[in-house]
């Protein structure tokens, strides 16, 4: 209980009542010689001290944190070497970092699943990959740290992760990128409900990577000697972030940002509405809309196919040939009043009639013309929806994404000026 009621405190932000609370159960246990508890209290105020920034006294504790447990306690190793690699390297400690890593990495080795806690090794890696400066590597991590949190729901894992992450971007000098991850920390922790004190730490980081980034757009000497600008424009959740010209901008999300972003990262190339129509931003071959059953509300489908095999002109007249020989039959057989037999060759007459009309394009071209129209009308659509959007907030953003992005059967963005998109 006492464990749970801490858990409770941190994340209201009452840090102190949290490890009130840890040591109070720690007297305890060692009172009554648990040695389980002990170091399950000793692990909490570790982890605890390292989440809320105290590292000095996270760094002092350790020792005592490791000498609670055996060497093949495989579970408490994995517990106390992550937080340990991470707190290293707060101090610069890559070596420590390194070895502390390397007991989770034998462990992992072994074969066991270790579910969500492979989130938080895959943490360590990045901020590891990161202090050497694998900045791609790093990237990569956290990605992969990210998916595991959200695959085992453990959210407050990926707020502080993307807090993390934030931060060594923002040491890093990329300030844009950082915006992104910590806006998402703040999101993650105002949905579920996280104390103001989460909350105004992130923002802290914030102002800082914000100021940095204004600060360097502003200074006309600077804009004209760089040659290329990052901004952002990025989804994190149900929120995209826009960052242009040093302003941050965060908007609901809607279907014209995918297809804005989808045309971001491909400066020059033209892309047909149809499939932007069939894709977002992250997947080209998923459909728009889909209602909460799984049927489609509405959807453009970029995979409609053709409207069938087209004939060659031999093939067209040989289906005219056997038609007009049907015709000559069906008169034959109603001068010899065969009822019967008429009904038959009317019955072939049209469905030649009908397979003509389809290969042809009487049918099939007008549904494809339709198709191609409506994809034409709705994303056109809904990028000026989404660029008013951004209009309400950042009228240069709009109206350089305006004379940039034509839209029509083909859309293109025209990029004017060399500009880093971080997407």
């Known amino acids: 209980m006492p464990w749970s009621l801490a858990r409770i405190a941190l994340r209201e932000g009452d840090w102190a009542h949290a490890l009130e609370l840890l040591h109070g159960q720690l007297q305890f246990s060692r009172m009554i010689g648990h040695r389980w508890s002990v170091f399950d209290s000793l692990s909490h105020i570790f982890q605890t001290l390292y989440t809320i920034g105290e590292f000095e006294q996270g760094r002092g504790l350790l020792p005592a944190v490791l000498e609670a447990y055996g060497p093949q306690e495989q579970f408490c190793e994995m517990r106390t070497r992550l937080t340990a690699a991470l707190l290293a390297l707060e101090f610069g400690g890559i070596d420590e970092a390194s070895m502390h890593l390397d007991y989770c990495r034998r462990i992992v080795s072994e074969g066991e699943d270790w579910l969500g806690w492979m989130g938080s090794v895959a943490c360590a890696e990045a901020v590891l990959a990161a202090a050497t400066n694998r900045m791609a590597d790093a990237a990569n991590s956290f990605e992969r740290s990210m998916q595991i949190f959200r695959k085992f ?6 707020a502080d992760t993307l807090h993390l992450w934030g931060r060594i971007l923002l040491r890093a000098g990329a300030h844009t990128g950082a915006l992104a991850k910590l806006d998402g920390a703040i999101d993650v922790y105002r949905r579920h409900g996280a104390g103001p004190r989460w909350i105004e730490r992130v923002e802290a980081d914030r102002r800082r990577a914000l100021d940095t980034t204004t600060r360097q757009v502003e200074s006309p000497a600077q804009a004209r000697a760089t040659t290329e600008t990052s901004c952002v424009f990025y989804q994190e959740n149900d929120h995209w972030l826009v960052v242009f010209s040093g302003r941050a901008t965060r908007l609901r999300n809607a279907k014209g940002f995918h297809y804005i972003a989808h045309l971001l990262r491909h400066p020059g190339v033209e892309v047909a509405a149809t499939d932007l129509a069939g894709s977002n931003s992250h997947s080209p071959s998923r459909q728009i809309t889909t209602c909460a059953n799984g049927a489609d509300f509405g959807a453009i489908r970029a995979d409609l196919g053709d409207a069938g095999p087209q004939l060659d002109t031999k093939a067209k007249a040989d289906y005219a040939r056997k038609i007009r020989e049907l015709h000559e039959e069906l008169d034959e057989t109603e001068r010899f009043n065969d009822p019967g037999r008429a009904a038959l060759i009317r019955g072939q007459i049209e469905a030649l009639m009908e397979q003509l009309k389809a290969a042809t394009g009487l049918r099939g071209d007008r549904k494809v013309a339709s198709h191609i129209e409506r994809a034409r009308s709705t994303v056109s659509k809904r990028i000026r929806f989404a ?17 940039s992005i034509r839209t029509g059967y083909n859309c293109v963005y025209l990029q004017k000026e060399k500009i880093e998109w971080q997407l």
């Open 387 to 403: 660029i008013m959007q951004i209009q309400k907030h950042d009228r240069e953003l709009a109206s350089y994404l305006t004379a």
């Open 153 to 158: 729901g453990l959210v407050w894992d990926a």
